[in-house]
């Protein structure tokens, strides 16, 4: 069960990440860029395999129309910093040897990927075209991760359509505990989280766009992004860099989906639906079966608003889960019900109508079998720009809002007609601005919010002065309280335990990274200053136990 915490808290935390002056020692490697952007890495040689220096190196990505250049130094290394994934080539040319051309350099999140060539003696004026390898080992960081590409997130099968399903793809991921800390699946919305590394379903920082995406009370992921708006996402479990922090366990780096200078769009629908299913083993033959609907629908598209300037990508997403539970309790006899109507007191006479009959029998003894409505209704909507202001400026803003609304029918009950709704509105903004100084000078900005504000309230809203309980837990009591008859199996009513209740969270974010690149050096410096609020509010309808009827 959901629970929203009683705590009223304001956090701040600052992270800085001075990690770069370890790298003043020669040799060692560098560290993965902040966050979702990517680097790329490597060296020029000629036949002899000495270092080509002052060769000028060009990258190109054509799909968002980034080009940068720059020059091997004395050695004949290179290096280009705080990359948007995506799919680049890479052209080198030196007087007096061919020119080289690398295709197809897929750079993923958060990733560090090595491209070396090895130039020949000019013979003739050609290009020598090579086509771009992944390495097998990620040699150039002590992280250990793995990341799961645009091709699995947005391909791959997903019943319910749920990205966190595809972190069981990477080794040493599983499967939460059902009895784990809020780690049930929620109806219609999925898991939202998963244990990796041996580490706890609750150490796990989510961050998209390099900005925080975890919920800061309950330890899991705010909300889950549709998968057509998630380009990769990669899982570090294991030795993070420096300008990681809050968390102990994985690292779950989110990258959001873009336009490009092509336009592209998808129109889908998915139906599930009981016509197919088996019973329930308490839904038996003669009860009407317990009806399963479920549509999870939408459009997504994306291109360029001018060529290799603004690109946006936007998306909605609605799910129409529509769903009934099986209901079974040991209700009263008939001679129970005519002894209450004939001599029991005003609130047992009073109670006594949200008691239905019996219309079956377990274990001998009257019960009720029914179904209760348990229906989800989710719309996400989410929007993604891009603007090139030139080769050495370019801004990215992500927004994502989602309303959904669920109801737990038999959430402390056994009878329909009780249980809660559950209403939420969880948004995200994200604001990203890469600036290159020189190509060896590279800044990147970012901010940023996450928001959550959920309700919980009870479906039963009669007032308990109508039913012959004014006074009996209290003036101020607005709903029936908990009503647990021992001597029924355990039949149990009313409203639920600290219930109504709800939250309201902000987190902030706002950081700075200045990637420097000196010789063999690869040096980073920053800071991020988080803000976190937390409201809450609760009541307590209180509870009544009877032993017997």
């Known amino acids: 069960m959901e629970v929203a915490s009683a705590l009223h808290a304001r956090t701040v935390r600052f992270l800085s990440s001075i990690s770069l002056l370890l790298m003043l020692i020669c040799g060692l490697p560098s560290v993965a860029p902040a966050q979702t952007t990517a680097n790329i890495k490597g060296t020029v040689t000629d036949e002899s395999g000495a270092g080509v220096g002052g060769a000028t190196v060009t990258l190109k990505n054509a799909a968002i129309g980034l080009e940068r250049t720059a020059t091997t130094n004395q050695t004949g290394d290179y290096e280009f910093a705080v990359l948007p994934p995506g799919t680049y080539s890479i052209h080198v040319e030196k007087t007096g040897f061919q020119k080289q051309l690398a295709q197809s350099i897929l750079l993923a999140v958060s990733q560090n990927t090595v491209q ?121 479990n294991s030795t993070y860099s420096a300008e990681y922090g809050r968390n102990s366990g994985a690292i779950v780096n989110i990258a959001t989906r873009s336009g490009t200078n092509e336009f592209h769009g998808e129109v889908f629908d998915y139906l599930r639906n009981n016509y197919f299913d088996a019973r329930n083993y308490f839904n038996p033959v003669g009860v009407t079966q317990s009806p399963l609907k479920r549509n999870q629908f939408g459009a997504d598209g994306g291109g360029p608003i001018f060529k290799n300037k603004p690109f946006f990508f936007a998306s909605y997403e609605g799910l129409r889960h529509r769903q009934a539970l099986t209901t079974t309790a040991a209700v009263l006899t008939q001679a129970e019900r005519d002894q209450i109507t004939t001599s029991g007191s005003p609130g047992a006479q009073g109670l006594l109508q949200f008691i239905p009959t019996g219309n079956g029998t377990l274990n001998g003894n009257p019960a009720f079998f029914g179904s209760a409505s348990a229906n989800v209704n989710i719309d996400q909507g989410t929007i993604d720009v891009d603007h090139n202001f030139s080769d050495n400026d370019r801004l990215h803003g992500y927004y994502a809002n989602q309303h959904d609304k669920r109801l737990e029918p038999t959430q402390g009950s056994n009878l329909p007609g009780f249980g809660d709704t559950r209403a939420a509105t969880r948004q995200v903004f994200t604001l990203g601005e890469t600036h290159v100084f020189s190509p060896n000078l590279i800044n990147e900005f970012r901010l940023g919010a996450n928001r959550i504000h959920i309700t919980f309230a009870p479906n039963n809203l009669t007032d308990p002065s109508t039913v012959g309980l004014a006074g009996v837990l209290g003036p101020n009591m607005l709903y029936i309280p908990v009503i647990s008859i021992r001597d029924k199996a355990g039949l149990l009513f009313g409203a639920e335990r600290n219930f109504p209740q709800g939250r309201g969270d902000l987190s902030t974010v706002v950081g700075d990274t200045l990637n420097y690149i000196r010789g063999q050096h690869s040096l980073k410096f920053g800071f991020e200053f988080r803000d976190f609020h937390n409201d809450n509010f609760a009541s307590d309808p209180g509870q009544l136990i009877f032993n017997t009827t």
């Open 116 to 236: 070396n060539f090895q130039l020949k003696v000019a013979s003739a004026s050609e290009v020598v075209t090579v086509q771009g390898s992944q390495p097998v080992v990620e040699s150039t960081t002590m992280t250990v991760g793995q990341v799961i590409d645009k091709n699995v997130v947005q391909q791959i099968p997903l019943n319910g359509r749920h990205f966190i399903d595809l972190a069981l793809l990477v080794p040493g991921t599983v499967t939460p505990p059902q009895n784990g800390f809020l780690t049930a699946p929620l109806r219609g919305m999925g898991s939202f989280a998963f244990n990796s590394a041996g580490s706890r379903e609750d150490a796990v920082n989510y961050m998209i766009n390099g900005v925080n995406l975890s919920d800061m009370v309950q330890n899991q992921v705010t909300f889950q992004p549709t998968v057509n708006t998630v380009s990769e996402f990669k899982i570090d």
